[in-house]
């Protein structure tokens, strides 16, 4: 994998679902992807190449709850290459031990907004 088109179209193959949040102008702030398992999900969050965030969150059997057991933060590609690298939780050397997510990866249900309004 040489480009973020070819990773970002490596987790589309691998079930990844993506949508595009805009700022108040309509522009695209962000490209969020997610994928889910039965116990968790891995998100990432594109801003753009050079600024990209990646995470397996622990499904919340509580609102508002935003326990991760992986995180990542880096450019675009090597955030890419990070998440399509994480085993999946199944398998032996899956991060297991969950602990509150960073303040800038927006969850669902964590009520954090997904991005500044202001930009």
């Known amino acids: 994998m040489n480009t973020v088109d070819e990773g970002l179209r490596t987790l589309a193959a691998r079930g990844f679902r993506f949508q595009h949040l805009t700022d108040k102008d309509g522009h695209v702030a962000v ?5 889910g398992w039965p116990e968790f999900y891995d998100r990432i969050h594109i801003h753009g ?3 990209a965030a ?3 969150a622990v499904l919340a059997s509580r609102p508002g709850a935003d326990e991760v057991v992986w995180t990542y933060e880096g450019d675009a590609l090597s955030t890419i290459q ?6 999946k ?5 899956a991060p297991r031990l ?4 960073p303040l800038g990866l927006w969850l669902p249900g964590t009520g954090q907004a997904p991005f500044d309004h202001t930009l």
Do not use: D, I, K, N
Not at 89 to 93: A, L
Not at 98 to 101: C, E, G, L, T
């Open 31 to 35: 490209l969020v992807g997610s994928y």
């Open 49 to 51: 190449e050079t600024e």
């Open 54 to 56: 990646a995470a397996r």
């Open 82 to 87: 990070a998440l399509l690298e994480l085993p």
């Open 89 to 93: 939780p199944h398998e032996p050397g």
């Open 98 to 101: 969950a602990r509150r997510a």
